[in-house]
């Protein structure tokens, strides 16, 4: 694309240089250029992207976008100053792609927990109804045949336009996304039209970037407000919220385009009835406005009906019948790392998941309670260099549920693990109403998993929680290949050997 056209989605950009040149490729990543691309210097969360642009211009980018001016070593290089570098980003990522999003129905799902079941669930009626379906979000992103690991839940703008354009040259016309509240903070989804925005949840993480519910409220907040039926497409859209959160009611104020909602309450539009629910999976009635209908699923927890409430919502809203909707969510058996069984011959329960909150391990727990027979041991850590707040609040989400809580490492990053530790532990010990769990502090994960499973007796359940999906683990700035699920089969398969 010539450099004049695609500037013309600029308010009068600060342009030293030639604009007639061709732009072969966008980014942001200095190792990513290649002759003729044009470079945004953004600021990271631990580097200025402004240290790269020589490195950029050696590998051949011959347009740089920067906040600020600079002196080049180049004649014969375009420099673009702008006062956001990232919103820049987004603007040019989507023009250069052409606007993918508006060739495209998107689905956007926001919230602290949830999205990704959701997005796996939203995936499967969609591909039920015959349909081809991109998917972007935390686990992995899944365009035609090809998955490629997440670095991020929601990509970085340039990434995201590029990702979106492949969806489509793979010959699909929906795309579902994990829309995190980074990624609405930081403009990576600017120029994004969804036609389709669901809310999950919002209990408290990310405070270290955010700082305050009230910010973390006000990112999730914008995907609901920017969709608007005057846009690319002119098509419907439509908001899907959790009336049973309590945020929902100023979602629902702020919303500006029809709002179905969904949950356990009577005024919900969606909602179960005549729930049955066991380690293996849920069954219910779901009563919409379009008919009442059964529903099974091979996945389990009172918090899976809401995601599964949810999809019903997208799937209405997308047109498909009630019995497409009811076949694609039969047809997800599990999703990596969500309530993960498993299983080795063993005569008690093991599962692994990526409850990383207060909320979700509440969530968790409760429904793990709900199963079991025998007595519930739980081994989980927090995230170092991340909010620090819900620390303690998770150590007594975890000893008001469990018998026995196994404190441990989960990704300590550039923090010492004993202290991240010690501010879960506090949490233990500050119990007050109820019998205090035994409880043992082992910072190598690898040893507090094989305690666990060595500990539990027939009818027990173990439950790893805080990595799921992941796998690798990063301690210091070292990142090493680790895998809850695979020391877990080891760990079984040992237990069950011996006995």
Known sequence: MILKELLEVLN???????????????TYDSREVKKDSLFVAIHGFKTDGRKYIADAIRKGASVIVTEGAIETPEKDITVISVPDARNVLALLSAQFYGYPSRRLRMIGITGTNGKTTTSYLIKAI?????????????????????????????PESADLQKYLHRIIESGAEYAVMEVSSHALELNRVADCEFDIAVFTNLTQDHLDFHKTMEGYFSAKLKLFTSLSNERGKMVKKVGIINIDDPYSKRILDAIKVKAVTYGFSRDADIRPDDVRMDINGIAFKAVTQKGIFPIESKLTGKYNINNILSTIGVGQALGFDNSIIADGIRAVENISGRFEKIEEGQDFAVVVDYAHTEDA??????????????????????????????????????????????????????????????????????????????????????????????????????VIAGKGHEDYQIIGDKKSHFDDREIAREAIKTVVSNK
């Open 12 to 26: 009068k950009p600060n342009v030293s240089g030639g604009l007639e040149r061709q732009v072969k490729d966008i």
């Open 126 to 154: 969609i591909e039920k109804a015959g349909k081809r379906c991109g998917l972007l979000g935390t686990i992995s992103y899944i365009i035609g045949d090809e998955t490629i690991q997440a670095p991020h839940t929601t």
């Open 361 to 462: 391990l509440k969530r968790l727990l409760e429904a793990v309670k709900e199963f079991a027979n025998g007595r519930i041991i739980t081994v989980f850590g927090c995230g170092g260099d991340r909010d620090k707040g819900k620390r303690p609040k998770m150590g007594e989400t975890a000893g008001k549920a469990s018998n026995i809580v196994i404190i441990t490492s989960d990704n300590p990053r550039s923090e010492d693990p004993m202290e991240i530790i010690k501010e879960i532990e506090e949490g233990i010990k500050g119990i007050k109403n109820g019998k205090k769990p035994d409880y043992l502090i082992m910072p190598d994960r690898r040893e507090a998993i094989c305690k666990a499973v060595e500990l539990a007796r027939k009818d027990d359940i173990v």
